[in-house]
């Protein structure tokens, strides 16, 4: 059978998301000067005055490069990326849309969080679009749908996802593998500057997440993580050094290897350590009915 003839096509693209290896700010034009983006409404950005939050119009953003991102990280999934347009019978392009989904999880508490969709069409103007997310809750996914008017399709182009947490980008895992671990090497590096002695913290890292598996056990338990710490801070060899229950240690070795930490420093610069990580896992609040 012949698909009946309509007045209008939709066509999906699919388009493939690059993201640059730099950390950012949004910073929104107000009142002829340019503000520090914390927060969003809907897709008005909310900048601080006075110590608050306030939603504010504005006829333009900047991505300015800044040092660090927050120490975070947010995994982003099942995303669904597409260039859409109409056109009439005779060929000329009514609409043009940028259809963007996707789920946001993390084992972090973050607040007025919010994305920015830096959209590149081929030889044209990029746009930059804001999109509240509101919190996001550890290890509760989160849905995220955006759609993006444009004065012409994206086509050939490509989009840039960032994330940002009261006005900080978090790592997040668009972002190559390599370019985080460049990031925080960065990082490391500038914690470390002109510092004599220190012993090692925590830079970044999420907590475990209670094993789904023993939820409805409703128990308590322990794991210890044994592992090295390098001279730039990232964690080597981890291994359950004893545990209550397996998938605790299972759970802490999932998290403990996205961890990475500012090392031990003496005086003559960063040194190898081996540390003992302890977890106590409590299980979730029931929610009532």
């Known amino acids: 059978m012949s698909p009946r003839r309509t007045s209008a096509v939709l066509l999906l693209i699919p388009l493939l998301g690059v993201r640059l290896g730099a950390q950012h700010a949004l910073m929104a034009e107000d009142g002829g000067k340019m503000s ?86 081929e030889g044209a103007e990029k746009t930059i679009f804001l999109l ?61 500057k002109g510092v004599q002695v220190a012993s090692p913290r925590l830079l970044f890292g999420p907590a475990p997440e209670y094993p789904p598996s023993l939820k409805s056990a409703n128990i308590k338990g322990q794991a210890v993580i044994s592992v090295r710490i390098g001279t730039n801070g990232a964690v080597y060899d981890p291994v359950v050094k004893s545990a209550t229950a397996p998938a605790f240690g299972e759970q802490a070795l999932d998290a403990v290897r996205l961890w990475r930490f500012v090392p031990t420093v003496k005086s003559d610069g960063p040194v190898e350590t081996a540390a003992l990580l302890p977890f106590n896992f409590e299980p979730p609040k029931r929610q009532l009915e």
Not at 69 to 82: H, K, N
Not at 143 to 159: E, I, K
Request: net charge negative.
């Open 132 to 192: 509240q997310v509101d919190d996001l809750e550890p290890f509760k996914g989160k849905l995220v749908t955006a759609q993006v008017h444009m004065t012409r399709r994206l086509d050939s182009g490509v989009y840039h996802l960032h994330l940002f947490s009261h006005g900080e980008e978090v790592l997040q895992s668009q972002i190559p593998l390599r370019e985080r671990e460049h990031a925080l090497d960065r990082m490391v590096a500038e914690r470390i």
């Open 36 to 121: 520090w983006v914390r927060a969003a409404m809907g897709t008005a950005p909310c900048v601080e005055k006075d110590g608050k939050l306030t939603r504010i119009s504005t006829r333009g953003f900047v991505l300015e490069h800044v040092s660090d991102y927050l120490p975070a990280f947010v995994t982003v999934r099942d995303i669904f990326a597409r260039d859409s347009f109409t056109s009439t019978d005779s060929g000329g392009a009514t609409a043009n849309t940028f259809l963007f989904n996707a789920t946001l999880e993390t084992g972090y508490s973050l607040h007025d969080v919010f994305l920015v969709l830096e959209l590149v069409p």
